[in-house]
């Protein structure tokens, strides 16, 4: 007799025991045939789990996927970079600030520099309204209307950072050269991120410690991490 077809979502009741019953096939949901080992033989590359107090005898199958970020194998093909202009001068700077800590205090000061030194033509801030999110439709389309050239960040926790990442490669792809700001915490994260679309020498520029990951700066703390990453800025914006 075939058990009834538990292949469809079906709310889990809390603290519901799971027992492993076979690995499974990434981008596929196993079903449920005359013996618990077919769900192994039918599905390949995904963790099931079947919960244990189900009145059935094979209970449900739960699908588990999974992603490594470590482990990036990359596009195929490498990513085109935005064109770098020669210098500065006359560049509107995009800033894609995420309110991580007191991050957004050491990208005014970024901006405040690069404005006396390079002759920046303006500056385009945006906060997002989460660390983990990308723009919102109207700010990106403010980024796309003014900035030339942009820094993104602050990459320094495991969502924040590669969002981060992410809003520098929409910026590389919109043809506005950016560069990711992170902590070494996470750099791992962000560079496995950029080899997903091939862009495995992607620059960015590392905040290492004593330096709180998490942004919790002083604002002497902010200036003097401004003044620290300001060339590499620079150099990675220009050519």
């Not at 202009?85 to 690069?114: C, K, R, W, Y």
């Not at 915490?185 to 950029?194: C, Q």
Request: hydrophobic letters at 40%; charged letters at 20%; glycine letters at 10%.
């Amino acid at each position: 007799m075939r058990p009834p077809d538990r292949t469809t979502n079906q709310p889990l009741e809390f603290g519901t025991e799971l027992s492993r019953i076979g690995p499974g096939r990434v981008g596929s949901r196993a079903s449920v045939s005359d013996h618990p080992q077919d769900v192994s033989r039918h599905s390949r590359g995904e963790t099931n789990y079947r919960l244990g107090r189900d009145s059935s005898p094979w209970g449900y199958v739960v699908t588990v996927v999974t992603l490594d970020p470590t482990t990036g194998f990359g596009s195929g093909e490498a990513f085109p970079l935005a064109i770098r202009p020669d210098t500065l001068a006359g560049q509107t700077l995009g800033i894609v600030a995420n309110g991580l800590g007191d991050s957004e205090s050491m990208f005014d000061a970024i901006a405040a520099a690069l404005s006396g030194t390079d002759g920046l033509a303006g500056i385009c801030k945006v906060v997002k309204h989460s660390v983990a999110v990308p723009p919102q439709p109207e700010q990106w389309q403010e980024l796309l209307a003014h900035a030339t050239v942009a820094v993104t960040g602050f990459g320094g926790c495991g969502s924040c950072s590669t969002r981060s990442m992410r809003d520098a490669l929409d910026l590389e792809a919109a043809g506005i050269p950016a560069v990711c700001i992170v902590h070494s915490a996470l750099e791992p994260a962000v560079r496995a991120m950029a080899r997903l679309v091939g862009a495995d020498n992607y620059p960015v520029i590392v905040i290492d410690y004593p330096h709180n990951p998490t942004a919790v700066w002083t604002a002497e703390e902010s200036a003097m991490l401004a003044n620290q990453v300001l060339d590499a800025v620079r150099l990675r914006l220009t050519r």
